[in-house]
């Protein structure tokens, strides 16, 4: 009898240590050695935030879990249990520009997932197109637009079921009551901006129900989650026991995923609730001066305006008076380091006057690093004081020349840059935009370049405007071989191999004579003959991007020859590299793979432009060579000074030119 109630107090107890065992119902609101979590590759503790990826690393991949599995289940099969947990992050990008990346909570087998790639999808997914079931459970936090696996913008939360194609995904954002209406209002939340943002996410097992919500980490919590997940498929991607954490990764560019504070609990109630108040707070430097309130706003454009207006009144004074006085600013002090810069520096009152005080109506255009302002020069100021005798009718003539603000941070990064930009000072080919001189103001860096009448390429080929008429081919293929000669300089024509590393119909320039010179080397590295290419933090232009760089590699001669290739086929038919789809379920349609496709189809010529005519032989070889160059090994890409000789011969090819009209019956 006594064994009997032995028997049963023991059954009990069994039964009760169970779920006792295995709770986990932890709170960090700091993170610290003895927080004891599981450390993966790049994950560490840095001054009491958990930081996923290292700043440092071409690849980076970091990821961090609490030590103890979570049970989920009392076996295979078995019923599934709940859990609750509650975290605060923080991503915040170096550039803002750069592709994004995001960060993921992570219920895993394994702390290592078998094939996750390093520098994708989070750290955690393998590059399989297919989805199969293995017990990988993913919310993600994406601040990255993934076009290849439907990712609607690069902003979004979701879950993925060991997939990176989320199952359920919705823009970043939280719903509020709106007023006395009984639907609530959506509020966007930019997840890339720094800004602390909590999360909560509810795991209901016996209805295989999955909640995420977000919200600004100093709110209350939202009564309505982002994303409701239903689904019994979800028992597919869930084992008995799985690890909770987080994974980050990147590539070469810098995203600090962060996570602040984090509670979990798989007792049944809610996560412990997070202390928000004394977090700390990592924020771009210069933070965007974005008001929150429309006054805010009105009353900044305003300011904007009146500074404008005193600027101009002040420029005009100092014109005047420019040749009386001789006036050294604080700002424009040359520093030691500068003189040893050619081209030559320019002075800033001269670039003031040029473009009557930076005002908006000698405005081009913004490049990648700023903007881009037309002025004019006497002749013996823009050709500079050595370059011949200043007679009367020298000073007299002027020049025209455009001028390219650059902001810059830190003087250090100035410093590196000038050393940049007074090797590409040097480089002269007449298929390439001059550059003049420069000029530094604070750090403010002005460029000044060569004018180019006639604007860049992109405008001539997609413009609206009707005093525009569509290139004839002619003129469009002397433009490609011109710009091919241009970037084989830089290539293989120097000491040093140069890369562009922005080719881009924007980047290419029309002269006077409606010649194609490149421009824009400011994203341009020097990279010394058979040194392996180090990484660095600038970008190039999605569309024109080879896919290489996408996965990791650094820029080279090939990446350089896939976006010409993308120009070569937008030149040739007159359409964007990649326009977005207009519904978001859609898939973007991109250039190169529609050539390929009609290619495919053995009607080559249909690809091109129908608002311009051409010699049917002509244009198959240009859009091949155009194809070639977007080959996706970039071994097999043809190098310049093929692309340029093939340019040629096809030119040659000549046979009559078609008569398009007469085709385009249907
Ligand atoms: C961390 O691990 C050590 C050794 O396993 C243990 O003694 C300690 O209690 C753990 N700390 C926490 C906060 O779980
Ligand atoms: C980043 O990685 C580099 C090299 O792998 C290492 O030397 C460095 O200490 C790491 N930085 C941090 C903050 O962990
Ligand atoms: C989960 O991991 C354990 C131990 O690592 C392994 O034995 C088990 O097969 C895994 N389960 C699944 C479904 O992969
Ligand atoms: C996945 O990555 C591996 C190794 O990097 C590669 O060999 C394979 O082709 C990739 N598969 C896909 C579908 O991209
Ligand atoms: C809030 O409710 C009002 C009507 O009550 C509606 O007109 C408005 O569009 C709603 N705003 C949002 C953002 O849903
Ligand atoms: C998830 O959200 C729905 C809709 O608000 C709610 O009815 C449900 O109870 C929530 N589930 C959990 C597990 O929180
Ligand atoms: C949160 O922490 C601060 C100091 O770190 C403390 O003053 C405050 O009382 C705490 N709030 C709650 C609700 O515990």
Redesign the pocket.
């Known amino acids: 009898m006594a064994a009997s109630i032995h028997h049963y107090l023991l059954l009990f107890l069994f039964s009760l240590s169970l779920p006792f065992a295995s709770a986990i119902n932890f709170l960090f609101n700091s993170f610290s050695a003895v927080s004891n979590l599981t450390l993966v590759d790049d994950a560490r503790v840095e001054d009491s935030v958990l930081r996923l990826t290292n700043d440092s690393n071409y690849y980076s991949i970091g990821r961090a879990f609490y030590p103890d599995r979570l049970r989920l289940a009392s076996g295979p099969g078995q019923a599934l249990s709940s859990f609750s947990t509650s975290f605060v992050f923080s991503i915040l990008p170096e550039i803002d520009s750069s592709p994004g990346f995001g960060l993921a909570f992570v219920l895993s087998n394994s702390t290592s997932p078998p094939g996750a790639l390093s520098g994708q999808y989070f750290g955690v997914f393998s590059n399989a197109t297919r989805q199969f079931p293995a017990p990988l459970l993913v919310v993600e936090f994406d601040a990255g637009r993934n076009p290849e696996f439907n990712d609607q913008d690069g902003n979004h939360v979701g879950v993925d079921l060991n997939f990176v194609e989320s199952a359920v995904t919705h823009t970043a954002g939280f719903y509020r009551a709106n007023g006395s209406s009984t639907e609530p209002e959506f509020v966007p939340l930019d997840m890339r901006s720094g800004r602390n943002i909590r999360a909560w996410i509810d795991f209901h097992g016996p209805l295989f129900q999955i909640n995420v919500t977000v919200a600004p980490a100093q709110e209350p919590r939202p009564r309505w989650p982002l994303i409701s997940y239903t689904d019994p498929v979800i028992a597919n991607y869930v084992s008995p026991e799985m690890y909770a954490g987080f994974s980050a990764s990147k590539v070469k560019w810098v995203e600090a995923q962060r996570v602040l504070a984090w509670s979990l609990s798989d007792t049944g109630a809610a996560a412990r609730?997070l202390?928000t108040?004394?977090l700390p707070v990592f924020l771009p430097p210069s933070p965007p001066s974005s008001s929150s309130t429309s006054v805010g706003l009105i009353a900044g454009v305003a300011s904007a305006c009146l500074a404008i207006a005193f600027l101009c009144v002040l420029g005009l004074y100092y014109h005047c008076r420019r040749r009386g006085k001789a006036r050294i600013r604080k700002e424009e002090e040359e520093e030691e380091w500068e003189s040893k810069y050619w081209p030559r520096r320019f002075n800033y009152e001269d670039l003031w006057s040029a473009t009557n005080g930076f005002c908006k109506e000698r405005l081009l255009g913004f490049g990648g690093f700023g903007k881009v302002y037309r002025g004019v020069l006497p002749a013996s100021i823009s050709r500079g004081a050595d370059s011949g005798g200043g007679s009367a009718a020298r000073e007299a003539e002027m020049e025209e020349v455009a001028v390219k603000c650059v902001s810059h941070d830190s003087k250090q990064g100035l410093r590196e840059f000038m050393a940049e930009i007074s090797s590409m000072g040097r480089l002269q080919h007449r298929s390439l935009v001059h550059m003049k001189g420069w000029c530094r103001k604070g750090n403010e860096l002005m460029l000044v370049y060569e004018y180019m009448p006639n604007g860049n390429l992109s405008q001539w080929l997609f413009s609206d405007a009707e005093h525009r008429p569509a290139l004839a081919w002619p003129a469009r293929r002397r433009v490609l071989v011109d710009v091919a000669e241009g970037l084989l300089y830089l290539h293989q024509g120097w000491e040093q191999v140069v890369l562009h590393r922005d080719v881009k119909s924007a980047n290419i320039l029309l002269d006077g004579d409606m010649r194609g010179r490149l421009g824009d080397f400011g994203l341009a590295k020097l990279y010394e003959r058979g040194a392996a290419p180090c990484s660095t933090r600038v970008v190039g232009t999605l569309g024109y991007l080879a896919p290489e760089m996408a996965v990791a590699s650094a820029p080279t001669a090939a990446s350089d020859v896939y976006s010409f290739g993308v120009v070569v086929l937008e030149v040739a038919c007159g359409r964007r590299p990649i326009e977005r789809a207009e519904r978001v379920e859609d898939d973007d349609w991109v250039l190169v793979d529609w050539v390929k496709e009609v290619y495919a189809e053995g009607q080559l010529a249909e690809a091109a432009d129908k608002r311009m005519e051409f010699p049917v032989a002509e244009m198959e070889l240009v859009l091949k060579l155009g194809l070639a160059c977007c080959h996706p090994d970039p071994e097999q890409r043809p190098s310049m000074k093929e692309v340029v000789e093939l340019l040629l011969a096809a030119e040659s090819v000549g046979t009559p030119v078609a008569e398009r009209n007469a085709q385009q019956s249907s």
């Open positions: 609730e202390n108040s004394n």
